[in-house]
């Protein structure tokens, strides 16, 4: 599948394609120790399937695609497995097949390699021309990019070939030429960004089985290393690329079982270095002391012929039985000490076989080299135990430690967008980061819950200032219902208590449990009316007139005679002048009923005004007790004794108001008079009859009336034989 360029047109907010997987190809190659290696193919230029195929190891500082050549020190089939090139066919390779016609090989000629300085191996040159190259196996849906720069070269010293992942344009005496990672990011299929994340694997992981290598194109997998301990650094310059990385300090832990201590292998203060991170080496170059170091605590051996150090048998056995990790201490830069991740190779990963080209036999070596060009590396082996990821687009690295596990969990790929890349609306990221920004799609993520925590928060506060409310609502509820009174069991509080006439003021009645309606503060709007005796006159006070007034007629009726609540063949109730309010008594009639001693007579009916009545000089305040259905006081037959001595009155002089007649006092009055003569109380009478609410509509406390004497009692039960009717009925 060949890869075109992208439209320059192209909507810049368009979704680009994800990350690419490049899939390693199983195997464990290298003459210098076993590395997981990535398969490309080249020379398909019709896009039928047909290029042809390489194992190649990847380089973290080369721009270039680098396959092998055929050799004079590798004429045999085997040799050529070695070097990762693949059967064409029936038929094993030497070396890449340079075919014009078949391949779309355009020869550019013989230059240097662009290899940095620290190669050993001097300036080493290779034939150089552009060719279709595609990665994976190839076939008719690989990623193929047309004319991208390949070096063949025959060099001892590059065995394998390398697919170069730098970001740095190369010039072959031409005009500059792209790379195949910034080709890529501007074809049509594009990668989200010039960006990777590699992990160079590890042969001796889980039991020897071996952890294969991982290389993203435009992301990084996240399940490949500790993001926690992470560290992020910048690129050298505008024109270097290189990953530049401080080690502050290495450090030698061996088996707590054999060694309790530690050892500093850079113990001074200025062991310090900074080193490369590249992965086309498989050493650590470092200064000469601290090669000393470690020579010392594995029991190394220098070889000076290849710049090596090889490991005997003894020292193997050793090694094997400190068991010892190796601690570097990577940051920024040699001060910051506090910003620093920590990367720890065991023993494993020292313990490495070379063979032909590098020995001539296979030696046991340790892939330690003295930095002679000044110039440190932390090659391929550092690697096994780091992972990278190469920001291109925001000119930065990171380094953090790998993970591993048997067997190795699924991939969690992310992806790291170009520069200034905004996603369409409506469109939402898989992670990565994006625009410079330093959030992975964990961080992400992380700020996600956080806001879903934040708006829980919000809203639990809110619900629970609404329960306080609420709350507080219910008990200033509970406050005024405790306010309020029961008014069966006020009544029978009434029936019990009894108050002086003497009172200036009638207390106040206690509250019915209904809110507000005895309330003396009612405010308009509560559901009952106001309790008034001029609304609603107590049943109690429907008493038989006194027998000091005008006997009844006797023209009248016996049956209305016996009955005093008629009136001119009409039932008439003392009261007030207007209709109840209809909520506890029954209306009033229009016309009024005779008055008992003590009312001051001061109301108009039916438009007629009565003047006050006169009374005796000594008439007390008529203050009425509970009603007599509630209350045995004997009152009712009193009365209606009097009443039959006097002879009656007629209903209809009872209805005109007709003022009583002082010069001759009823029994009643002279009764009340000589009671109140005996208690002392004052022979003025009260001014005028100040009343309050009627038993019968709530049992107050301002009715109630002193209990007569016992000789009152026989007295005014003397008066008559006949029945006597009950005042409340």
């Not at 992208?6 to 368009?14: C, I, K, L, P």
Request: proline share 7%.
């Amino acid at each position: 599948m060949y890869l075109e360029s992208r439209d320059a047109t192209a909507n810049a907010t368009e979704l680009p394609h994800p990350p690419y997987a490049f899939a390693p190809s199983g195997s464990w190659d290298g003459n210098d120790g076993l590395w997981s290696t990535f398969m490309i193919n080249t020379g398909d230029a019709k896009g039928s399937g047909d290029g042809q195929n390489f194992r190649v190891l990847i380089s973290t500082s080369s721009s270039i695609t680098q396959v092998p050549a055929e050799a004079p020190w590798c004429r045999d089939a085997e040799c050529a497995k070695k070097r990762g090139i693949e059967l064409d066919g029936a038929q094993q390779p030497l070396g890449l097949n340079t075919d014009v016609s078949t391949t779309g090989w355009s020869e550019q000629g013989l230059f240097a390699l662009p290899l940095p300085d620290y190669w050993s191996g001097g300036n080493l040159n290779g034939s150089w021309g552009t060719m279709p190259v595609g990665l994976g196996t190839t076939s008719r849906s690989s990623w193929v990019q047309p004319d991208q720069l390949v070096v063949t070269n025959a060099n001892a010293d590059l065995f394998m070939g390398a697919f170069g992942l730098g970001y740095n344009a190369i010039s072959t005496g031409s005009s500059p030429q792209k790379p195949w990672l910034t080709n890529m990011n501007e074809s049509g299929a594009l990668i989200p960004s010039a960006s990777y994340g590699y992990g160079a694997g590890a042969s001796y992981k889980n039991g020897g089985k071996g952890t294969l290598g991982s290389l993203i194109l435009g992301g990084y997998d996240l399940s490949r290393f500790q993001n926690t301990s992470r560290i992020d650094i910048g690129f050298p310059n505008s024109r270097n690329t290189s990953l530049v990385v401080a080690v502050q300090n290495i450090v030698y832990h061996p088996d707590r079982n054999v060694d309790a201590n530690d050892y500093s292998l850079t113990p001074n203060s200025t062991d310090s270095f900074n080193a490369v991170i590249d992965s086309e080496l498989p050493y650590l170059e470092m200064p000469e002391n601290i090669c000393d170091n470690f020579a010392d605590k594995f029991q190394l051996t220098y070889d000076e012929e290849h710049n090596l150090y090889t490991v005997s048998s003894s020292a193997h056995n050793h090694n094997t039985q400190q068991n010892a990790t190796v601690a570097f201490k990577i940051g920024r830069d040699l001060a910051s000490t506090n910003t620093a991740t920590t990367i720890q190779l065991p023993y494993a990963a020292f313990d490495l076989q070379g063979s032909a080209p590098l020995f001539t036999n296979t030696t046991q070596y340790f892939p330690l080299r003295r930095a002679t060009t000044g110039q440190n590396v932390l090659g391929r082996a550092f690697l096994q135990e780091a992972y990278i990821i190469v920001d291109y687009e925001n000119w930065r690295f990171t380094v953090a430690p790998a993970t591993f596990s048997d067997p190795m969990p699924s991939a969690d790929v992310q992806t790291i967008y170009r520069k200034g890349y905004q996603l369409p609306a409506n469109t939402t990221a898989v992670g990565g980061r994006s625009g410079g920004s330093d959030l992975s799609g964990g961080a992400i993520a992380g700020i996600v819950v956080g806001i879903v925590a934040v708006l829980g928060l919000l809203a639990a506060g809110a619900f629970f200032f609404w329960k306080r409310r609420r709350q507080q609502q219910r008990k200033l509820d509970e406050k005024a219902s405790e306010t309020d009174i029961d008014t069966v069991q006020a009544g029978e509080q009434v029936k019990t208590r009894r108050i002086s006439e003497l009172d200036s003021e009638a207390p106040s009645s206690p509250k019915t449990s209904v809110g507000g309606y005895y309330n003396r503060e009612r405010k308009d709007d509560s559901p009952f009316p106001p309790i008034s005796e001029m609304e609603s006159p107590p049943a109690e006070l429907y008493s038989p007139p006194p027998e000091s007034l005008t006997a009844l007629s006797t023209e009248t009726p016996q049956s209305d005679r016996d009955n005093y609540f008629v009136v001119g063949n009409k039932v008439r109730r003392r009261g007030a002048t207007r209709e109840s309010s209809g909520h506890n008594t029954p209306g009033t009639p229009a016309a009024v009923v005779a008055e008992l001693p003590g009312d001051d007579g001061k109301f108009t009916v039916d438009g007629q005004h009565f003047d006050p009545i006169a009374s005796p000089a000594q008439s007390p305040v008529h203050s009425r007790g509970g009603s007599d259905a509630s209350q045995s006081s004997g009152i009712d037959e009193i009365v209606a004794g009097a009443r039959h001595d006097a002879g009656g009155q007629s209903d209809q002089r009872r209805s005109q108001s007709r003022p009583r007649d002082s010069s001759v006092p009823s029994k009643i009055d002279e009764v009340m008079a000589r009671h109140r003569d005996e208690a002392g109380q004052t022979s003025e009478r009260a001014a005028s009859h100040s009343r309050v609410r009627s038993d019968a509509t709530v049992a107050s406390e301002s009715t109630a009336v002193s209990q007569p004497t016992a000789e009152e009692l026989e007295s005014w039960a003397m008066g008559s034989g006949e029945p006597r009717r009950p005042l409340s009925e």
